[in-house]
């Protein structure tokens, strides 16, 4: 199934995908364009681990003139910066390059802890996509991107779908695509990922508990170019979802 | 400089926060937590402070790493290290809070002291620099920390941290204990408490270095 949270009719609701509109949780069958799409994923009681994932590609490690990372270089998000789906992004006054990043968004469903790869897909709740945009004018360091780089207001648009696992039987096997005012700016696959899924989860949960709704953004293969306002980015991944963004002028 | 902690970290004082098997020291960042009151966004040095809902100590662990060249994920994000507590105080009983001197003690031996008078940006002009690419949000917290010098503790050892002068904040006590010898700290619940009990706090991040 195909899970939503949307904004309707004065109040937040639980939604599924049914024959092309929202089943509301209350019952009403709403279209998709009557909807404020917000991020995916059930609020928590305490602030929600973003994980995120830098040169995970060997095409965009490549494209950018770094060897391949040996260890996963993973940064860390707020929650404050996602967005929903079909939402506006805000591209800063004077900047000179700001550009999309397709990536498969991992949703971590039960508490793991020392998870072992053979195991790591029984910790995944679904799958949903984000673009982790960045700003590349105030990247002072390509292994250590600041949050001025990464953790914008706005700057993370996240959706539109939560997709459960049970309907992604390989998340290692997915197109992805980007297209800039309809035109394809970038394509790439997950199977290019250096440190996939099952890698990622046993990695991280060897130090760090990750708890159910905790995110993992598993990185971008090649393929950014710069986006102005007005610009509409469709970030897409095959049998997830496509992710509509718009950028603005502040 | 700043960074994220994660909910993971979280320690309520008094507890014992465990050290991975393979580290034998940790090295102790004691820190001044401003928890925000009202919505920060935008919010310019002079009225930054007005954001703040009150203070809270916090003990911000980290294992010793060389690479600046990485992010410090993996050796400031493990669970448990955040200690925080013991308890909230009202922005106007502490008053301003770069003029705090923080004390770090060592299974009872002062060993360090952190002046907030040293930082390079006062805790208004932080708020006012982070809150022009973020909105600081209720329940957000902010850490002020001195990076430099910090003290090392090993397992078996309990650490002390307390505001001089400032009895309202009251004493942070952790000890730590080597993996195996602790239950797991449950991440959300341990800081709940210090931090005034709302069921969503959001975020916390930074320190300086």
């Known amino acids: ?250 | 400089m700043l960074y994220l902690k994660t909910a993971n970290t979280w320690s309520a004082c008094g507890s014992a926060i465990t050290l991975p098997a393979q580290a034998p020291e940790v090295e102790i960042g004691a820190s001044l937590a401003l928890l925000i009151g009202t919505p920060a966004q935008g919010v310019g040095a002079t009225e930054a402070l007005r954001h703040v809902a009150g203070y809270v100590l916090v003990n911000d662990l980290s294992l010793p790493h060389t690479s600046y060249y990485r992010p410090p994920v993996k050796y400031r994000n493990l669970d448990g290290f955040l200690g925080i507590g013991p308890r909230f105080a009202t922005a106007a009983a502490v008053g301003a809070p770069n003029r705090l001197q923080l004390e770090v003690r060592i299974d009872g031996r002062l060993r360090h002291t952190v002046d907030l008078a040293q930082m390079r940006r006062s805790a208004a002009q932080l708020i006012a620099d982070v809150s022009e690419f973020m909105t600081l949000r209720h329940g957000d917290v902010l850490l002020l920390g001195l990076g430099a010098q910090r003290p090392r503790a090993r397992a078996g050892q309990r650490i002390d941290i307390e505001a001089r002068g400032m009895p309202a904040l009251g004493t942070l006590s952790n000890t730590l204990v080597q993996e195996g010898a602790s239950s797991d700290a449950g991440p959300p619940q341990g800081a709940k408490a210090p931090l005034g009990g709302s069921a969503a706090h959001v975020v916390a991040s930074v320190g300086a270095l």
């Not at chain 1, 009719?9 to 019952?27: K, M, N, T, V, Y």
């Not at chain 1, 364009?33 to 490690?61: E, F, K, Q, S």
């Not at chain 1, 993370?156 to 939560?162: F, I, Q, R, V």
């Not at chain 1, 950014?224 to 002028?249: H, K, Q, W």
Request: hydrophobic share 40%; aromatic share 8%; proline share 7%.
């Open chain 1, 1 to 250: 199934m195909k899970h939503a949270r949307v904004a309707y009719d004065g109040a937040i609701h639980d939604a599924l995908e049914s024959d092309g509109q929202l089943l509301l949780a209350d019952g009403r069958r709403v279209d998709f364009d009557a909807v404020t799409w917000l991020p995916p994923l059930a609020p928590l009681p305490w602030p929600r681990t973003i994980l995120a994932l830098g040169l995970n590609y060997a095409d965009h490690a490549r494209e950018l003139a770094f060897k391949a990372p040996q260890e996963p270089l993973v940064f860390l998000k707020g929650e404050g910066s996602l967005l929903g789906h079909r939402a506006h992004t805000v591209r800063p006054a004077g900047v000179d390059y700001m550009h999309y990043e397709c990536e498969l968004a991992v949703v971590i469903g039960r508490t793991a802890k020392r998870v072992l790869r053979a195991d790591a897909y029984d910790f995944v709740a679904g799958y949903t996509v984000a673009n982790d945009y960045a700003i590349r004018d105030y990247l002072e360091n390509w292994y250590r991107p600041n949050l001025r780089v990464k953790n914008r207001d706005t700057g993370t648009p996240l959706g539109p779908w939560l997709v459960d696992a049970a309907d992604v039987p390989n998340p290692m096997k997915l197109a992805l695509r980007t297209t800039v005012n309809g035109q394809l700016t970038q394509s790439g696959h997950t199977r290019d990922m250096i440190f996939d899924v099952p890698y990622l989860i046993e990695y991280f949960s060897a130090f760090m508990t990750l708890h159910p709704g905790d995110l993992i953004l598993t990185g971008t293969p090649d393929g950014v170019v710069d986006c102005r306002p007005g610009d509409v980015i469709v970030t897409e991944i095959e049998n997830i979802g496509a992710l509509v963004n718009t950028i603005r002028s502040p």
